[in-house]
Nanobody, 126 residues
Framework: QVQLVESGGGLVQAGGSLRLSCAASGRTFGSFGSYSMGWFRQAPEKEREFVASISWSGGSTYYAGSVKGRFTISRDNAKNTVYLQMNSLKPEDTAVYYC????WGMGSSSDDYDFWGQGTQVTVSS
């Protein structure tokens, strides 16, 4: 099976920073470097929304307008890990953050992704 395990969530004050990690593993996962990775988030009573994605090589990234300039997605293929550096956090960033994997091409829709983690809670206090 495939496992994506997020970590790094927590409680932070507005204006603070957090770094999320997502480690991928699994016998059927194959090469981590052949997957584009994405981060999504879901706030209470809201739909899951796209946050950021990164290509299989790390050479291309794409961000939602609400986080552009504040969040940075990166990956380390040697460690099978993708990161989300979140700076200048706002209360409206409060949500459960999920990482997801998609074979080859990047995507910004939940439907584009094949594998999902369980999520990590991020809470930003005002």
């Amino acid at each position: 099976q495939v496992q994506l395990v997020e970590s790094g969530g927590g409680l932070v004050q507005a204006g603070g920073s957090l770094r999320l990690s997502c480690a991928a593993s699994g016998r059927t996962f194959g090469s981590f470097g052949s997957y584009s990775m994405g981060w999504f988030r879901q706030a209470p009573e809201k739909e899951r929304e796209f946050v950021a994605s990164i290509s299989w090589s790390g050479g291309s990234t794409y961000y939602a307008g609400s986080v552009k300039g504040r969040f940075t997605i990166s990956r380390d293929n040697a460690k099978n890990t993708v990161y989300l550096q979140m700076n200048s956090l706002k209360p409206e960033d409060t949500a459960v953050y999920y990482c997801a994997a998609r074979k080859w091409g990047m995507g910004s829709s939940s439907d584009d992704y094949d594998f999902w983690g369980q999520g990590t809670q991020v809470t930003v206090s005002s």
